[in-house]
């Protein structure tokens, strides 16, 4: 039992950190994301994969973790615009990260975490500066054992550095997950709130409210009011950010491999063009509408 708690919580740290899905306790996932926008033909699909694999460094709990995230984004941009759309339609990312783990006693556990990202729509055929996302975070996990389930109470408190989000500052992470009944647990936190009902041991679902997004850099910038000299607004970057509810299932064909499936509701539609201060020159569309995902597992719980 305590093995496996030692891996969990390698993962657990250092996925919290450096991607959306940082509640996840998956060494390694393929998915596919979809969601068309309400009164529009536009779309957003996006496919991603990524595997982390913990180093042993000794006995008392430490590990090394590599790993790799690899994103292909297609936006299907149909609505009228003043400027060519094409060079939005595809974006890909590619993440390189280093995570350090160690007990300090046995309840709680230190975490550390960086990364750098490559994020662009690759115009160029090449990277440049303007490409490149680097991360950071530290953290600190609090594990209390229960034995009437296989799942601990964990508490998650950290903090996480991007240069994505524009401001000068780390920001602060709090994650709790209890499992308070049989069939029952709750994890309460960011990017993920849910409640979950296990209805037998190869199959649960839940109810979830959660954040989702991208972003990246576009090489050839390009003015997206070209008829407005004076404006000179540049698209220099794009971002998206999407708020949404919904409920998810989730099949267990084997203790690691499971598959999944989200359906909800956009809550917040926030897809921008922005200038190189972040700044947002144009909003693509905000206009809340369905949203998908679903793909295969390999978690160590």
């Given at each position: 039992m305590n093995r496996l708690f030692s891996l969990f919580f390698v993962l657990f740290f250092f996925t919290i950190g450096l991607v959306s899905y940082g509640q996840s306790t998956d060494l390694a996932r393929i998915e596919y994301t979809f969601f068309p926008q309400s009164n529009s033909d536009n779309s957003f699909r996006r496919f991603r994969s990524f595997?982390?694999?913990?180093?042993?460094?000794?006995?008392?709990?430490?590990?090394?973790?590599?790993?790799?995230?690899?994103?292909?984004?297609?936006?299907?941009?149909?609505?009228?615009a003043l400027f060519g759309t094409e060079e939005l339609e595809r974006f890909q990312s590619f993440t390189f990260s280093l995570g350090y783990t160690f007990k300090i006693n046995e309840q709680w556990r230190f975490g550390t975490d960086g990364g750098v990202k490559v994020a662009s729509n690759f115009e160029r055929s090449d990277i440049i500066v303007d490409d490149l996302i680097y991360t950071g975070g530290v953290y600190f996990i609090n594990i209390k054992e229960d034995e009437r389930y296989v799942e601990p109470v964990r508490l998650i408190l950290g903090l996480h550095y991007s240069t994505t989000s524009g401001i000068p500052f780390p920001l602060p992470i709090i994650n709790y997950y209890k499992r308070f009944q049989p069939?029952?647990?709750?994890?309460?936190?960011?990017?993920k709130t849910n409640l979950k009902y296990y209805i037998n041991e190869k199959n649960t679902i839940q109810g979830f409210v959660t954040l989702d997004g991208f972003f990246a850099n576009i090489q050839k910038n390009f003015d997206v009011d070209p008829s407005n000299i004076a404006a000179k607004a540049l698209a220099e970057n794009i971002s998206m950010t999407i708020l949404l509810a919904g409920i998810g299932y989730e099949h267990k064909f084997t203790d690691n491999l499971s598959f999944y499936l989200y359906a909800g509701q956009t809550l917040i539609n926030n897809i921008r063009l922005r200038d190189d201060k972040r700044e947002k020159v144009y909003i693509i569309n905000e206009t809340n509408s369905f949203y998908g995902r679903g793909g295969l597992k390999f978690s160590i719980l």
């Amino acid at each position: 039992m305590n093995r496996l708690f030692s891996l969990f919580f390698v993962l657990f740290f250092f996925t919290i950190g450096l991607v959306s899905y940082g509640q996840s306790t998956d060494l390694a996932r393929i998915e596919y994301t979809f969601f068309p926008q309400s009164n529009s033909d536009n779309s957003f699909r996006r496919f991603r994969s990524f595997i982390n694999f913990p180093i042993k460094l000794n006995d008392n709990g430490a590990y090394l973790v590599p790993g790799i995230d690899y994103e292909n984004i297609n936006l299907k941009y149909e609505d009228p615009a003043l400027f060519g759309t094409e060079e939005l339609e595809r974006f890909q990312s590619f993440t390189f990260s280093l995570g350090y783990t160690f007990k300090i006693n046995e309840q709680w556990r230190f975490g550390t975490d960086g990364g750098v990202k490559v994020a662009s729509n690759f115009e160029r055929s090449d990277i440049i500066v303007d490409d490149l996302i680097y991360t950071g975070g530290v953290y600190f996990i609090n594990i209390k054992e229960d034995e009437r389930y296989v799942e601990p109470v964990r508490l998650i408190l950290g903090l996480h550095y991007s240069t994505t989000s524009g401001i000068p500052f780390p920001l602060p992470i709090i994650n709790y997950y209890k499992r308070f009944q049989p069939k029952w647990a709750y994890a309460l936190g960011v990017p993920k709130t849910n409640l979950k009902y296990y209805i037998n041991e190869k199959n649960t679902i839940q109810g979830f409210v959660t954040l989702d997004g991208f972003f990246a850099n576009i090489q050839k910038n390009f003015d997206v009011d070209p008829s407005n000299i004076a404006a000179k607004a540049l698209a220099e970057n794009i971002s998206m950010t999407i708020l949404l509810a919904g409920i998810g299932y989730e099949h267990k064909f084997t203790d690691n491999l499971s598959f999944y499936l989200y359906a909800g509701q956009t809550l917040i539609n926030n897809i921008r063009l922005r200038d190189d201060k972040r700044e947002k020159v144009y909003i693509i569309n905000e206009t809340n509408s369905f949203y998908g995902r679903g793909g295969l597992k390999f978690s160590i719980l």
